[in-house]
């Protein structure tokens, strides 16, 4: 069983930046591929980064490529996504996952099995 918990959600002016974190408890962290999702009110849970098992391999949805870069820190069973240039589109509630051991990490929610409860960003004009 793995439980994740984020943290380091809030309220930031657009231009601005927040770390998000995503702490993994049990040993299966070292195997997993994490995934950052996000939700705004009223539309579907959304892709927004992936890490694979290794570290070595990531990915981006359009909409965050070259603003959000998302890493893994082993010994502290924490992924973290930073996000920089922040948008009010960005605005949603982010969630991390934790799934399979994916060579390239997984866009997919279905590949994941774990899942955090939740930090809230908004994101003002």
């Known amino acids: 069983q793995v439980q994740l918990v984020e943290s380091g959600g809030g309220v930031v002016q657009a231009g601005g930046s927040l770390r998000l974190s995503c702490t993994a408890s049990?040993?299966?962290?070292?195997?997993?591929?994490m995934g950052w999702f996000r939700q705004a009110p009223g539309k579907e849970r959304e892709f927004v980064a992936t890490i694979s098992w290794s570290g070595g391999n990531s990915n981006y949805a359009d909409s965050v490529k070259g603003r959000f870069t998302i890493s893994r820190d082993y010994a502290k069973n924490t992924v973290y996504l930073q996000m920089n240039s922040l948008k009010p589109e960005d605005t949603a509630v982010y969630y991390c996952?934790?799934?399979?051991?994916?060579?390239?990490?997984?866009?997919?929610?279905?590949?994941?099995?774990?899942w955090g409860q939740g930090t809230q960003v908004t994101v003002s004009s």
């Open positions: 996952a934790a799934g399979g051991n994916y060579a390239l990490g997984s866009r997919y929610k279905t590949d994941y099995n774990y």
């Open positions: 049990g040993r299966t962290f070292r195997f997993a591929a």
